[in-house]
């Protein structure tokens, strides 16, 4: 019998297109969502302990607490109502269902990191670096799996599909804006390293968030 490979036979084979998108099953893009959850919670807790706050919808609610008698927890929610609408109009069902149980998930494993976890010291420049990046990375899993964590990052990831804007930037801004406005009521080391936190999340968008560097869907 005679064999004979495609090289010896003068014929090359086809090359395979790697940049083909490779679908996400459910099961991937549960686990990333939790894992999402997860990031973003620990972030979160970093943050607390060293008495930082951050940019996004967080920082428009812990402004609007010092000038309406309500709980940031109750105005966070109030603010992200409008959001999930145009999450619904502009992004679509399976974005609005799927950042809605981000919203959830973040709710719940916050209040388990509260009764599971305690952080006796930690620097603020660790905080603000390890914190934001953490953050950062549980925005992107849930970015890449076509969630959002709500707020304004609905937001910059609307923008960023629909103008091309990155959404590292964008966020970048609206937390700039967001920082400079809490100087009237927090210190201004405190507001500092807050914003060394939103750099670090942003950064990570830019980075790692730009049309034709992923290539799963």
């Not at 105005?75 to 999930?84: A, G, S």
């Not at 953490?134 to 910059?156: D, E, M, N, S, Y």
Request: proline share 4%; with cysteine.
């Amino acid at each position: 019998m005679l064999h004979c490979s495609t090289r010896e036979a003068g014929i090359r084979a086809a090359p395979v297109n790697t940049a083909d998108p490779l679908p996400h099953s459910a099961l991937e893009d549960s686990y990333a969502l939790l894992l999402g959850c997860i990031l973003v919670v620990l972030g979160l807790a970093l943050l607390h302990a060293a008495g930082l706050v951050t940019g996004g919808t967080a920082g428009i609610a812990l402004l609007l607490s010092y000038l309406i008698p309500l709980p940031s927890g109750v105005l966070f929610t109030l603010i992200n109502l409008p959001f999930m609408l145009l999450a619904w109009k502009a992004m679509g069902r399976r974005f609005t269902i799927r950042t809605v149980a981000v919203g959830i998930g973040v709710a719940a494993l916050g209040t388990w990191t509260r009764l599971g976890l305690t952080i006796a010291h930690i620097d603020p420049a660790f905080a603000a670096l390890a914190g934001g990046s953490v953050i950062g990375f549980g925005a992107l899993a849930l970015a890449r799996h076509h969630a959002g964590i709500g707020g304004t990052g609905v937001v910059t990831l609307w923008l960023q599909k629909r103008r091309g804007w990155n959404a590292g930037r964008t966020q970048m801004t609206i937390d700039t804006v967001i920082l400079l406005t809490s100087l009237a009521f927090l210190p201004a080391e405190r507001v500092g390293w807050s914003a060394v936190s939103a750099a670090a999340v942003s950064g990570i968008l830019i980075a790692w968030h730009r049309p034709g560097r992923y290539t799963g869907y």
